[in-house]
Structure formats: C-alpha cells, structure tokens
C-alpha cells in the first residue's frame, strides 16, 4: 500500500496515507475482512464512475439543448438510460448541478473574453 498515484498531493495525500494505515491495520487485525472491503472498494469507485459519466451525458445534451431545464433533462436521461423513476429527484440535482457549472463556465470565458478586450 505504499504505492501512491501519481498526481496525489495535499489533504487528498493525508487521507491516501490513512487509507493505507487502515488497511494495514485490517491486514494484521482481521485478515478475513479484508476481500470485503476491497469489494465495498470497488463498488465505491464505480458508483463514483457512473455519476461522474452520468454528468458528462448531462453536459453533452445541455451543449445541445442550452434552454431544457434540469427537470426536463432529468426526465430525457431517465427515460433513455433506463434509470427507476424512484432516482428523479438525484438526476434532478445532478442536473441542476451540472447546469449551473456551465452557466459558471460561460460567465468566467465573459469576464477573460472582456479583459482581453479592454488591453
């Protein structure tokens, strides 16, 4: 576990570290744990996985349709990727969330597009 990823530096490296102290400790404390966990592991990564490559579906089909609003496009991704319809209001708020990065995106291209304009 003494392996860090390449690009890990500050708080993200601390808790890289007490990773590796836990599991560590499960390795001497309780060997027969120890599958499990790198199964809870996984399934934390790709759950991870799946929302982050759910917003980037989000963000595609808002470059395309700019004025759907984050209802509208929770219930377009729910319907084409065959998600439950119990998971509306979180695609909602990944919507929601994914929007207002955009919005936040063009404002910041504004404001240097309007520095350099002024120079």
Known sequence: MNRRPPEISGIVEAFWDEFGVL?????????DLLPRCYERLGQYVEDQYRWESLEMRIEEVFRRHPEWTPRRMAEHIRYY???PNSMRPLLIKRAQKVKNRMRMRRVRQEDVDYGEGEA
Do not use: H, T, Y
């Open 23 to 31: 599991l560590n400790k499960i390795k001497e404390e309780a060997p």
């Open 81 to 83: 990727q065959r998600i």
